[in-house]
Nanobody, 123 residues
Framework: QVQLVESGGGLVQAGGSLRLSCAAS????????MAWYRQAPGKQRELVAT???????NYQDSVQGRFTISRDNAKNTVYLLMNSLKPEDTAVYYC?????????????????WGQGTLVTVSS
């Protein structure tokens, strides 16, 4: 099995910064694209940013220029540095990864989600 464990959420004032981390563990053969999603109260989950295994990144328009996604392949970890935070960034942030993992003796491709970490931005 593969697990993603997020950390780094919390309460911050508008204009402040936070860095989220997400570490993958388990019988991992390879990790492909990693991503951060978020879900605000009463809203659908939305994609925030993605990063490929080679380091190519994409961002939702509303966070472009404020958020930076990065990864450390040696540590199987993805990060999200969030600057100039706004109250509308308040949400539960989820890590997501495409993982080739060893399950029941066979390598399979899995889409794995973390449990989420709450980010609250006060005005």
């Amino acid at each position: 099995q593969v697990q993603l464990v997020e950390s780094g959420g919390g309460l911050v004032q508008a204009g402040g910064s936070l860095r989220l981390s997400c570490a993958a563990s388990g019988s991992i053969g390879r990790i492909d694209t990693m991503a951060w999603y978020r879900q605000a109260p009463g809203k659908q989950r939305e994609l925030v940013a993605t990063i490929s295994s080679g380091g190519s990144t994409n961002y939702q328009d509303s966070v472009q220029g404020r958020f930076t996604i990065s990864r450390d392949n040696a540590k199987n970890t993805v990060y999200l540095l969030m600057n100039s935070l706004k109250p509308e960034d308040t949400a539960v942030y989820y890590c997501n990864a495409g993982v080739v993992a060893l399950t029941t003796g066979v390598y399979r491709y899995l889409e794995v989600w973390g449990q989420g970490t709450l980010v609250t931005v006060s005005s």
